[in-house]
């Protein structure tokens, strides 16, 4: 070699630290549910007490108070469960179960369909979340086993929640988290990621209900891992020496 060659280093890129998926806290959460507790009983009014002093719909149809109300219990199904929307929206009323758990409580157990993102897989919702199915089965027409549990008014798939969703969240300013990013109905699944490692639930464990990796939450909740080490971080001061 008659010259050293010149060999221009690799320029070092600085790491962006945790990618954080927007999601919801528990204020925001609260303030999300709250509301759409009094939105889906807009338009109703009472009826003269010979008539039983029920609420009836003065303006809007039975299929306008159903779309609400699928959404609502949607949005708190989707909370609860982690699914991805492709997911829920495959869901079938032949794909749930309850079943005891080890304190003998009733647990809804949900059949993931083998053709969504990660295969078929068994999830273990929250603690009530039958609840929300409950209320829609009562409304829906559309009951049988091989019925979708997420169908409009004439039992067909809803393709999209988020229009509606985003519209709500407009409402109460919380379409953007605090760094800009917008919210979906996709965000629920962080917000459930989220709030289940603050509760205490083993990663490995919920890495495995949510259909995803260890290493996937790590990366982008490492800032939720931290929290839950507050105890262990939170030493005392040092003893400063004479």
């Not at 690799?10 to 303030?31: I, L, M």
């Not at 929250?126 to 609840?131: K, L, P």
């Not at 709500?168 to 629920?188: A, M, P």
């Amino acid at each position: 070699v008659k010259r050293e060659p010149w060999i221009k280093a690799t320029k070092v890129k600085h790491t962006k630290g945790v990618e954080r998926r927007p999601s919801f806290d528990e204020a925001e959460w609260k303030q999300i549910y709250t509301y759409l507790r009094e939105w889906v009983k807009e338009g109703l009014v009472l009826t003269p007490e010979e008539r039983g002093g029920r609420l009836h719909r003065s303006g809007p149809n039975a299929m306008h108070r159903y779309q609400r109300e699928l959404l609502r219990n949607y949005l708190l199904f989707m909370a609860n469960s982690g699914l991805r929307p492709n997911e829920a929206r495959q869901l079938c009323w032949q794909d749930l179960r309850i079943e005891k758990d080890t304190e003998n409580k009733p647990a809804l157990v949900v059949e993931v369909a083998p053709t969504t993102k990660t295969g078929a897989r068994t999830v273990v919702c929250r603690e009530g979340t039958q609840a929300y199915l409950d209320r829609l089965k009562q409304l829906s027409r559309h009951v049988e086993p091989g019925d979708l549990v997420f169908c409009g008014y004439d039992g067909k798939p809803v393709e999209n929640f988020n229009k509606t969703f985003a519209s709500i969240l407009s409402r109460l300013k919380l379409l953007d988290d605090r760094w800009g990013k917008r919210r979906t109905v996709y965000s629920l699944r962080h917000f459930y990621c989220t709030q289940c490692l603050l509760s205490g639930i083993p990663v490995h464990i919920l890495a495995k209900n949510m259909g995803t990796s260890i290493s996937y939450i790590e990366k982008h909740y490492s800032h939720v891992l931290t929290v839950m080490q507050a105890k262990e971080l939170q030493t005392k001061k040092f003893k400063a020496k004479a």
